[in-house]
């Protein structure tokens, strides 16, 4: 395994559109997480940065990484950082955060929930007919069922001052993701979450949105490739795709745009990426580089012919699907009053209901 190295070099400094603002990242200690906390502290954002791992209590993923250090890497650019230990799966502990942040702040702008992007037990890969799901309950709970609790003790705050955002950190701008079935269904859950908490949300002014990075230099994929921050292009002599990769902090970046945006309520509901919101906003890496995963000729000869045949399969159920729920969706649509006027002509019963009750009297 590679020495682990940070990125902590000086970045070039945002407009700080986000001074005043606070933001919560759960999940802040590795990888999405940690750079979306730098770059809303980077903005100008006061950051809690919350996980589980902390200095003398060692990551359950046996990875070094501290919600500590993540903030010091803050207040070193300039920014202001507290590290608070948080298990996301007990909920008194997450009502406690929220608790303190209302009681210290007065006020919550952006909750970011990264909560075990890279939990191990997600790892597995295979056919659904050979999954093993001895950690499947785990899994809900600590994927899922986490971002849930966040969530709901984060959006009486944002409720209360009618404005907020609310990002789901998820995997892949399409339906599905890669590993095992539980975490498929999980990944797809979290998207899906975002939708269905914007629709709750609109009429109280706060956003919620799902978000993926591309393709992510993460500590643990570094030490998997067996390279660091400082010589990661040396990967890409085994796969090019590497090549386009993105830092933590470019992902961050683009949350950073999305709360700094007083037109993100537009956005509310949609399932966003890093490289298409680079586009738009015209952020960059650290580095200066855009990458545009959405853009790349992906080579696919570095992976086995059979998963290259899944994809394609996968792809096209999922066009036939997507078209089909659109037609169902937009029939639906025909079908709901116009407005609040014309629901309240009807009694609150919609124009078809009110029509079934009459023929019945």
């Known amino acids: 395994m590679a020495v682990r190295t940070t990125h902590t070099r ?21 990888g999405a997480g940690r750079g979306i906390a730098r770059a809303l502290g980077e903005a100008g954002a006061t950051v809690y940065c919350t996980g589980r791992s902390i200095r003398g209590r060692p990551s359950p993923y046996g990875r070094p990484e501290t919600i500590e250090e993540t903030a010091e890497l803050i207040t070193s650019g300039g920014g202001r950082a507290v590290a608070v230990r948080v298990d996301h799966t007990s909920e008194s502990e997450v009502q406690a955060l929220f608790e303190r942040v209302d009681r210290e702040q007065r006020r919550l702008d952006v909750l970011v929930d990264c909560v075990a992007g890279e939990d191990p037990m997600m790892e597995q ?20 069922l986490s971002h849930i609790m966040t969530a ?22 399409l339906l599905f993701a890669g590993g095992n079935p539980i975490a498929q269904a999980m990944k797809l859950a979290i998207k899906g979450l975002a939708l269905n908490m914007a629709a709750e949300l609109r009429p109280h002014g706060v956003a919620a949105v799902a978000i993926t990075p591309g393709f992510l230099r993460s500590e643990s994929m570094l030490d998997r490739l067996g390279v660091t921050e400082a010589n990661w292009r040396d990967a890409g002599k085994d796969d090019r795709n590497f090549l386009e ?42 580095d200066g580089r855009r990458p545009d995963w959405g853009r790349l000729a992906i080579d696919f000869s570095v992976l086995p012919p ?7 399969t996968g792809i096209e159920l999922q066009l036939r699907w997507l078209t089909t729920l659109t037609r169902r969706t937009r029939t639906f649509r025909g079908k709901l009053p116009k407005n609040a006027t014309e629901t ?16 019945t009297r």
């Open 344 to 359: 309240r002509r009807h009694g609150g019963k919609s124009p078809q209901r009110h029509r079934a009750t009459e023929k």
């Open 245 to 286: 990769s993105e830092s933590p902090l470019f992902v961050g970046r683009a949350v950073a745009a999305l709360a700094a945006d007083p037109k993100v309520i537009e956005r509310s509901g949609q399932l966003c990426s890093s490289w298409e919101l680079s586009r738009q906003y015209r952020f960059t890496d650290y």
């Open 152 to 173: 709901k003790h984060a959006a009486p705050l944002m409720i209360r001052a009618r404005r907020g955002l609310i990002v789901e950190v998820t995997e892949s701008d």
């Open 10 to 30: 000086p970045v070039r400094p945002a407009m700080r559109r986000l001074k005043g603002r606070v933001a919560v990242v759960a999940g802040a200690t590795r």
């Open 306 to 312: 059979p998963l290259v045949d899944l994809f394609r």
């Open 125 to 144: 890969w295979g056919m659904f007919w050979t999954a093993d799901v001895t950690n499947g309950e785990a899994i809900f709970r600590q994927t899922l």
